[in-house]
């Protein structure tokens, strides 16, 4: 079953712009992560974020987490063309051991150049 | 960083033949390994978790009779889709963990995009 929610599904913006996707799950959570994905590719980590830390950042992405609403966005700045794909998150819920990562329903990003 | 790497690629099969997908992990030793199926323009669903030397556990609604599972190695992790359906055209994607240490990350394939003619 699925565990996060994204929010919104899909997104349109203009080159330059900023875009934010945000996430909700349903239990408490070890860590989440965020993770992109091509049209018909592979995924691509892009940042994990602790349940006791409540902001990260990797150059033009800035990751946030309120454990207290159950939520995270991940914020990318100065889209480019290139920042086009699927972004999703994941939980997990405890770690490590055998658990897996549980994906939340994705947003379809669209920069217009 | 932990490579895992995934064959075929691409496959194309008929439909009531079986395929196998090999899932590998490149430069660590993958204690739990995981295979999800993502549908087009859907998320990742996890079908099933295996540790190596043990029987896979199947997320309700896999038939584990149809999607065998093997992790026969720290490194190797086979699904095999058997007696395979139109409907099981797919891209499945397998993910591994390196269970030494406090890693946290899941490492993931690139994939394997199943058609079913």
């Known amino acids: 079953s699925q565990q996060g929610e994204e929010d919104p599904q899909a997104l349109s913006i203009q080159e330059g712009e900023n875009a934010t996707m945000n996430c909700s799950y349903k239990?408490?959570?070890?860590?989440l992560q965020w993770y992109r994905q091509n049209s018909g590719r592979g995924l691509v980590h892009l940042i994990l974020?602790?349940?006791?830390?409540r902001e990260k950042h990797s150059g033009r992405l800035r990751v946030t987490l309120d454990t207290s609403k159950k939520s995270s966005s991940l914020l990318i700045t100065a889209s480019r063309a290139a920042d086009t794909a699927s972004y999703f998150c994941?939980?997990?819920?405890?770690?490590?051991?055998?658990?897996?990562?549980?994906f939340g329903k994705g947003t379809r990003l669209s920069v217009i150049a | 960083g932990a490579v895992v790497s995934q064959h075929p690629s691409r496959v194309i099969c008929k439909s009531g033949t079986s395929v196998k997908i090999e899932c590998r992990s490149l430069?660590?030793?993958?204690?739990?390994m995981f295979w999800y199926r993502q549908f087009p323009k859907q998320s990742l669903m996890l079908m099933a978790t295996?540790?190596?030397?043990?029987?896979?556990?199947?997320e309700q609604g896999v038939e584990k009779d149809k999607f065998l599972i093997n992790h026969a190695s720290l490194t190797l992790s086979t699904l095999t889709v058997t007696s395979a359906h139109p409907e099981d055209s797919s891209f499945y994607i397998c993910?591994?963990?390196?269970?030494?240490?406090?890693?946290?990350?899941?490492?993931f394939g690139p994939g394997t995009r199943l058609t079913v003619t």
């Open positions: 239990t408490s959570i070890n860590n």
């Open positions: 974020i602790r349940s006791n830390e």
């Open positions: 993910s591994a963990r390196d269970g030494r240490g406090s890693s946290y990350e899941q490492y």
């Open positions: 295996s540790n190596e030397g043990s029987k896979a556990t199947y």
């Open positions: 994941a939980t997990l819920v405890y770690a490590p051991g055998n658990t897996p990562l549980v």
């Open positions: 430069d660590f030793q993958a204690t739990t």
